[in-house]
């Protein structure tokens, strides 16, 4: 006797990250199953110690997709009547995280039949970046480098020419894993537009570069017109260092003559020191006066010579004692007598 079967045969998918898939589980049901019809999406996880994760539900005419929050609303049944025979499962917005194995359980009493099938959600190649390392001289070697940030493993690279000839030079070697196509002893004729495209079993991206050779440069003279702008620049900062220096000592001379000016001139004179010294030189010529002349000195009136004491009140003027001195005979010494006026007690000259 024929019982229920699962019809679908495929059992290995492999999609890219983002799309949409359909896991397939087909049916056929027998005339001896006659229990209520349950469809189960179970996922098996890679650690056999853990427990199988519920998906999604069919059971007793009812739909149950809560059970598993990372698909929670990216997953659903693919016939909204599971019971027309088509149990399959859609998950939608694909993860690399989906990656696993899928179990489909169909079970109508006395009929129960499982199938297995194993998803693998790989990532398209993105964000490819072509580049050129190496000197773009005649007769160097060139390398033209092509990679791609994201995408699943395995990559493969592959380069074409798109100007010119299109065809690559023929001492080009290529390496598809790592990306890189060397050109070795390049001529001008390997100018031009190279193009790379990134790919593995979900998907392909792209990028070009331009590659332009050209003569050797003369090193030599980029190296004596570098000693040459030195030279000169060294020569600048020095006539600038000059001139600053030559500046700081005239202005430093300027200071140091106005300096010595000021102290050259003399202080003005006080009316005390100018009345001691006309007093000084009044006796001083009193010293030399011989009989003829000290006529004219007594004329001259003793108010008109300026000093200290003699601005003074006259309740203020000291009373000067006599001289207990005796003055010596001058005329034993063979010296001319001289009259020195002296001060009474009232102050009058005599």
Known sequence: TRSLIITSSETLFETAQGDKITLPCTFELSEKDEGPLDIEWVL????????????????????????????????????????????????????????????????????????????????????????????????????LKCASREGSPLLSYDWRRVSGTQDLPATSMLNKNTGELLLKNASKDYSGTYHCVASNRVGMDECSVELNVTPPINTAGIIAGAIIATLLGLSILSFLVFCCCKKHRDKKYEKEVHHDIREDVPPPKSRSSTARSYIGSNRSSLGSMSPSNMEGYTKTPYSQVPSEDFERTPGQNPTFAPSKVAAPNLSRMGAVPVMIPAQSKDGSIV
């Open 44 to 143: 098996i996880p890679a650690d056999n110690q853990k427990k199988e994760q519920i998906l999604i539900m069919y059971a007793v005419d009812r739909i149950y997709n809560d059970y598993y929050a990372a698909m929670t609303g990216r997953m659903q049944f693919t016939n909204p009547d599971p019971r027309s025979g088509d149990g399959s499962l859609d998950i939608l917005n694909l993860k690399s995280e989906d990656t696993g194995t899928y179990q489909c359980k169909v079970k109508k009493a006395p009929g129960v039949q499982s199938k297995k099938i194993q998803l693998t959600v790989l990532v398209k190649p993105a964000r490819t970046k072509c580049s050129i390392e190496g000197s773009q001289e005649i007769g160097k070697d060139v390398i």
